[in-house]
Nanobody, 115 residues
């Protein structure tokens, strides 16, 4: 079982920055990779970025030049550095962890970007 504590969301002006964090607990030894997803009101949940235990990462085209995903030293923490935020980035952001058995989801943290 893997559980998460997500933090770092909030209200920010367009062009500003936020850093989200997600700290996993439980069976974290089995985590192979972690990711961020987001879901805006009235839209489907979309993938944002993924990073594996070796630090190799990938991100969606919509955020590739603005967001950076990274892992903490303990590998149970994932960050999302969000720069040059736009109103269309407004969404609930969810942490995800991949294991050989299951994938786990965090509870989500709200990011609101004002114009």
């Amino acid at each position: 079982q893997v559980q998460f504590v997500e933090s770092g969301g909030g209200l920010v002006q367009a062009g500003g920055s936020l850093r989200l964090s997600c700290v996993a607990s439980g069976s974290t030894f089995s985590i192979n990779a972690m990711a961020w997803y987001r879901q805006a009101p009235g839209k489907e949940r979309e993938w944002v970025a993924t990073i594996n235990n070796d630090g190799l990462s990938n991100s969606a085209l919509s955020v590739k030049d603005r967001f950076t995903i990274s892992r903490g030293n303990a590998k149970n923490t994932v960050y999302l550095q969000m720069n040059s935020l736009k109103p269309e980035d407004t969404a609930v952001y969810f942490c995800r962890a991949y294991t050989d058995l299951y994938d786990y989801w965090g509870q989500g943290t709200q990011v609101t970007v004002s114009s």
